[in-house]
């Protein structure tokens, strides 16, 4: 592997890396030789994480692909609170990647109530740009920036306007900040229904598994996706230096059925 191919000896932050599709991006990089720095909400949760990736690191792993040799440091962080973010980056100091996956929000129609409605501008587009905003003074001119939309930006459903707003509002941010920001480069990843230990504000499992099953129907594959497809995804846009203002779809071709 050349240099632009690696993350070998590489800082990459990753806040909303406790769980789910940051988690799966943390093992990876850290696989790579990175030093993985996770931000998010739960301190349990964030000791959780520190101790997978230490496992993953001695071997225990499932994952036999995988083979952590990087370093791993945690911090609590709500993403939501800017003077929170900027003291955090304050703290990393210099970092070559970040990744944005960190987002807490409900999904409604246009007849939602305003908190419904806001939520997702709240929990979702304002931390990833505040987090690009903090992020700036200290990122290497060489290094990345992946945020987190959704494919129900381009294919959306009928009880989620401003989610869809949200996301395609991302993706758009991603085209302006790769212009804004290059030689630093940006560029966005927007997963289909993937099966992770999301919240989803509380769903049952029955409410899960009934959405998981619809997925199977909407998309070219006929499956819901993992984390750590979407993380492959992650890491090829942080290590391929040729790619910035570009969009992914890791959604089972969900946006083409």
Known sequence: ?????????????IIGGSSGIGLAAARQAAGQGAEVIIAGRSAERLKQAEEALKLSARGVSPHEDIHPAGRVRTFKLNNRNEDELQSFFDRVGAFDHLFTPGASYVRGPITSDAETAHSCF???FWPQYNAVKYAVPYLSRSGSVVLMSGAFSQRPLGDGASYAACNGAIESLGKALAVELAPVRVNVVSPGTIVTDFNWEGASREKREESYNAYNDMCLLGR???ADEVAHTVVYLMTNGYTTGSTLFPDGG????
Do not use: C, F, H, P
């Not at 969900?254 to 059925?257: A, E, K």
């Open 224 to 226: 819901t996706g993992n």
């Open 1 to 13: 592997m050349d240099a632009m191919s690696t993350l070998k000896d590489q800082r990459v932050v």
């Open 122 to 124: 709240e929990g979702k």
């Open 254 to 257: 969900y946006i083409l059925r």
